[in-house]
């Protein structure tokens, strides 16, 4: 059974940083992404990398930021969060597919594996 386990969330004060891993079970997924959810809103794109091309996208909210990187060998994925704002609070959500995306999008829809979630706390 496919696992995606999202660990490294907590809570930081503004302008501090926190490093999100998840890990697969399985093979490393040509496609990964990290999600965030906050309350009250819809489940959006943070960031996302192709397997073998490392191409990346980021949302315009955390460009600069934010850097997503995975570690085929190990078939994890990484968000390095950076000068983290209280906006940034939410859950944070690993996902998968197995189609290469390319143009790369965050759709929600376009993922079909999901981790269960890690919360991210920035207080100001």
């Known amino acids: 059974q496919v696992q995606l386990v999202e660990s490294g969330g907590g809570s930081v004060q503004a302008g501090g940083s926190l490093r999100l891993s998840c890990a697969a079970s399985?093979?490393?997924?040509?496609?990964m992404g990290w999600f965030r959810q906050a309350p009250g809103k819809e489940r959006a794109g943070v960031a996302a990398?192709?397997?073998?091309?490392?191409?990346?996208t980021y949302s315009d909210s955390v460009k600069g930021r934010f850097t997503i990187s995975r570690d085929n060998a190990k078939n994890t994925m990484y968000l390095q969060m950076n000068s983290l704002k209280p906006e940034d609070t939410a859950v944070y959500y690993c996902a998968a597919t197995d189609l290469y995306l390319s143009p790369l999008k965050m759709v929600v829809s376009d993922f079909k594996y999901w981790g269960q979630g890690t919360l991210v706390t920035v207080s100001s």
């Open positions: 399985t093979y490393a997924y040509w496609t």
């Open positions: 990398v192709n397997r073998g091309s490392g191409t990346t």
